[in-house]
């Protein structure tokens, strides 16, 4: 089982910039690949980004790649996820997420999950 708590949510204007962070209670960090997902208001939930074990390989949705940087600190346990560029249409909750095999990042292998964090973009 692992804990995960999101932090670093916040309303913030078009254009803007904001910093997620998630922090992981699980013994071997680096067992896990580590993602964020995101869900906007009366929408399923969507992958964002994922980074494997030790951060040599990341993926980004579309919608994100150019603006939004995950990465990893394996010592503090801790993602992060750097948002550049905000866009009213980021506005969700990101989920931070985490699955045993620290290389494949199959989206849909995600099985543990964070309570979330709201990220609100104003236009």
């Known amino acids: 089982q692992v804990l995960l708590v999101e932090s670093g949510g916040g309303l913030v204007q078009a254009g803007w910039s904001l910093r997620l962070s998630c922090v992981a209670s699980?013994?071997?960090?680096?067992?896990?690949?580590m993602g964020w997902f995101r869900q906007a208001p009366e929408k399923e939930r969507e992958f964002v980004a994922a980074?494997?074990?030790?951060?040599?390989?990341?993926r980004y949705a579309n919608s994100v790649k150019g603006r939004f940087t995950i990465s990893r600190d394996n010592a503090k346990n801790t993602i992060y996820l750097q948002m550049n560029s905000l866009k009213p249409e980021d506005t969700a909750v990101y989920y931070c997420?985490?699955?045993?095999?620290?290389?494949?990042?199959?989206?849909?292998?995600?099985?543990?999950w964070g309570q979330g964090t709201a990220v609100t973009v104003s236009s």
């Open positions: 997420a985490a699955k045993r095999g620290g290389s494949s990042l199959n989206e849909a292998a995600f099985n543990s």
């Open positions: 980074i494997s074990w030790g951060g040599g390989t990341t």
């Open positions: 699980v013994r071997t960090f680096s067992d896990y690949a």
